[in-house]
């Protein structure tokens, strides 16, 4: 009976169900006893966790996909509805993306403008001497700003921008992409035109009319004076 009572004891205590079967001979009685095996030691319980384990690595893959769209999407809008032109280009100095603005001003597709396709906007005038400073600096790896002419799709005419490029890194200084704006400039451009045009009449008008003119600070000496 104690011998029987210990085996029961001993099944309880790790969870496996205890079978007991009685049988009787000519002379004595027996009990017989049989363990179920636990649940972790059958065959299917490594392929049930493996099954389980596979699971939530999907869901936790799955679920880190939709933040990184969310959060490219996120910044896609930013990029699309900055007051600029923006773009991206490879390490070569070949464009890679350009935003919707590029689009609308130039006339431009992502398409038309991929490689150098972009250098089809440019002014005439102003297409070598900035490819030349764009292949330095590419070659350089080092930041780009210039002053450039781009053609209006809308009316054909060519309005001034301020193009800034800077290079991505890695950890070991590899350029991996470049990043860059095109911030109209065009208003400005023209009153410094415009200034310079006023600045030349009067100098002329000076010299015809032999007369000059000077600027000065009552506490201190004169701060400019013309050459007549």
């Given amino acids: 009976m104690a011998l029987a009572l210990a085996a029961g004891l001993f099944a309880i205590a790790f969870m496996a169900p205890l079978y007991a079967e009685s049988q009787s001979t000519q002379y004595l009685p027996t009990i017989s006893f049989f363990l179920q095996p636990h649940v972790y030691q059958t065959n299917w319980f490594p392929s049930l966790y493996l099954a389980a384990f596979v699971a939530l690595v999907w869901a936790g893959y799955r679920l880190r996909l939709r933040q990184l769209q969310r959060e490219s999407r996120q910044l896609r809008d930013l990029v699309e509805t900055i007051p600029a032109m923006a773009w991206t280009a490879l390490p070569d100095g070949s464009n890679e993306f350009v935003n919707r603005r590029w689009a609308e001003f130039t006339g431009l597709s992502a398409e038309d403008t ?6 089809g906007a440019v002014h005439p005038e102003d297409r070598q001497p900035y490819l030349e400073r764009w292949r330095a600096a590419v070659a350089a790896g080092e930041p780009v700003e210039s002053e450039v002419r781009f053609r209006c799709a809308a ?7 301020l193009l800034r490029g800077v290079p991505l890194r890695d950890a070991d200084g590899k350029v991996l992409r470049w990043y860059g704006t095109l911030t109209d400039i065009d208003d400005r451009k023209r009153a410094e035109e415009a200034l310079k045009r006023t600045e030349a009449y009067l100098t002329e008008t000076q010299k015809l009319t032999h007369t000059g003119t000077f600027v000065a600070d009552p506490t201190t000496a004169p701060l400019y004076w013309s050459e007549e």
Avoid: I
């Fill in 155 to 161: 009316d054909g005419a060519y309005r001034w921008f």
């Fill in 114 to 119: 991929a490689g150098s396709g972009w250098t």
